[in-house]
């Protein structure tokens, strides 16, 4: 099975601070996503990488960018945290667009 | 446009009964269809793949694909409390090779 491990289930921070979220997958998948979910909002993608050292933007990147300096590990920064970032945070992986995502427990973020 | 279209619901059935669930998609060209299960407070999770036309079951659920009207459904037979979430439609649409997920359906199944 696949395993994909976020770093802490809840989270609070301060606005202004510099916020890390890190999720690790152990199936060597290349392609891994970060989401956040908010009520009436649905899935929305924040970036995406497609390979170590690769980044790509998704449908709302502002606020935010990412680091993947090797193949398990994709980190989601937040640079300079506000409250209208408070939402839940899933990573996915996927072995190739054909196949599913598999997702992440989440991290639900409070800003404050 | 949405890509990818559910009914936000929420579908509520009783307990026993069969929910169906439908998910419409615009690109006609996706190959790859899923659904995927969410309680509430917590991720997606996986509970159906489907890739060709015609009907996939895997023990309560039944999964549902034609691709020349473009919809996938799912059906959850003998529906019980605990398959009450919301139920995500994903589908592999080709430009730019992603994966779309719709808004999703809200199920509640009724003791």
């Known amino acids: 099975d696949v395993k994909v491990t976020q770093s802490s289930r809840y989270l609070v921070k301060r606005t202004g601070e510099k916020v890390f979220l890190e999720c690790v997958q152990d199936?060597?998948?290349?392609?891994m996503f970060w989401y956040r979910q908010d009520p009436g909002l649905g899935l929305r993608l924040i970036y995406f990488s497609y390979d170590v050292k690769m980044k790509e933007k998704g449908d709302i990147p502002e606020g935010y960018s990412v680091s993947r300096e090797k193949k398990e590990r994709f980190s989601l920064i937040l640079e300079s945290a506000s409250t209208n970032q408070t939402s839940m945070y899933l990573c996915?992986?996927?072995?190739?667009?054909?196949?599913?995502?598999?997702f992440g427990d989440g991290t639900r973020l409070s800003i404050l | 446009q949405k890509e990818v279209e559910q009914n936000s619901g929420p579908l509520s059935v009783p307990e026993g009964a069969i929910a169906s669930l439908n998910c419409t998609y615009s690109d006609r060209v996706s190959q790859s269809f899923f659904w995927y299960r969410q309680y509430s407070g917590k991720s997606p999770e996986l509970i159906m793949s489907?890739?060709?036309?015609g009907d996939k079951e895997d023990g309560r659920f039944t999964a549902q694909l034609n691709k020349a009207s473009q919809y996938v459904s799912l059906l959850i037979r003998d529906s019980q409390p605990s398959d009450s979430a919301t139920y995500l439609c994903a589908v592999n649409s080709n430009a730019g090779n992603m994966l779309t997920f719709g808004g999703g359906t809200r199920l509640m199944v009724k003791p």
């Open positions: 199936m060597d998948h290349e392609n």
């Open positions: 489907i890739y060709s036309n």
């Open positions: 996915a992986t996927e072995f190739n667009p054909n196949q599913p995502q598999h």
